[in-house]
């Protein structure tokens, strides 16, 4: 047989079959004089071999372990790996399912964060500051707040993601808390057009600062305005999302935050 008629017969694309002679898988049989390689019935029952344990989930290194041991006795150790492979995936996916059962119902109640999906701990304090900012007005500022929260859930290390989360998750159950959080809002929306050294980022800075609990600063790793380059290269980025008196008024909220955590540590 020709390797087209050997791919045909077996039901994988020539592509394929040079593939698997290109990994070692499938012996290649020496060039006849007229140029065309010959494939023989025992070249068909290795291919067809290698096809039903790609079917079965296994990867070519696995498929060339197996091939390699001539009594087959690898392969019940291989088949059982696969399948606790398939149990965790199952696993997963049911997983996978529940949450997306859990937004759709979130969608269908008109509960779901305009963010889009983020993690059950995160809707469930956007949750909580909704419930305690209705009757107010959209702020560009709490939406942009929210939007870097879900970023930070998202990238953070889990630790670091954790103690985040529940910082403040603590500060959103404080009396008053999120009263002051958008009355912080308000004061940093009215400097999108602002210059820097208006009064006014002083004001929004001390406000700002007395939301953000010290907890905070320990799950953003925040112990200096200086750090390294990767961290530098974050915080330009972050700071060039807001209007100059706007990013102003974080940098000074940064300062205070890091003064008080520096005394706090004495």
Request: glycine share 10%.
């Amino acid at each position: 047989m020709r390797i087209g008629e050997l791919a045909a017969a077996i039901g994988v694309t020539t592509r394929t079959l040079r593939h698997y002679h290109h990994l070692g898988l499938l012996p290649e049989p020496e060039r006849r004089p007229n140029g065309y390689r010959d494939y023989g019935l025992r070249h068909a029952v290795v291919l067809a071999r290698i096809r039903r344990l790609t079917e079965l989930g296994l990867g070519l290194a696995e498929v060339r372990d197996v091939l390699a041991d001539d009594a087959g006795r690898d392969l019940a150790e291989v088949l059982a790996e696969l399948d606790d492979d398939l149990a965790r995936q199952e696993k997963a996916i049911r997983e996978r399912r529940a949450r997306l059962r859990a937004l759709l119902a979130d969608a269908e109640a008109g509960r779901l964060p305009v963010e889009g999906p983020v993690s059950p701990e995160l809707a469930t304090l956007f949750g909580d500051l909704d419930h305690g900012s209705q009757g107010r007005p959209e702020s560009p500022m709490a939406a942009k707040d929210r939007e870097i929260i879900a970023l930070l859930d998202t990238a953070a290390p889990p630790e670091e993601r954790e103690r985040l989360l529940s910082a403040l998750g603590s500060f959103a159950g404080e009396p008053g808390a999120v009263d002051r959080a958008h009355e912080a809002y308000a004061l940093l929306d009215a400097l999108v057009d602002a210059d820097p050294g208006d009064p006014r980022v002083d004001e929004a800075a001390e406000l700002l600062a007395s939301c953000l609990p010290d907890s905070a600063l320990d799950g953003l790793g925040i112990g200096g305005i200086e750090g390294a380059a990767g961290e530098q290269s974050f915080l330009r980025a972050f700071l060039d999302d807001f209007a100059p008196a706007q990013a102003e008024a974080i940098r000074r909220t940064m300062r205070l935050l890091v003064e008080r955590h520096a005394g706090g540590a004495r």
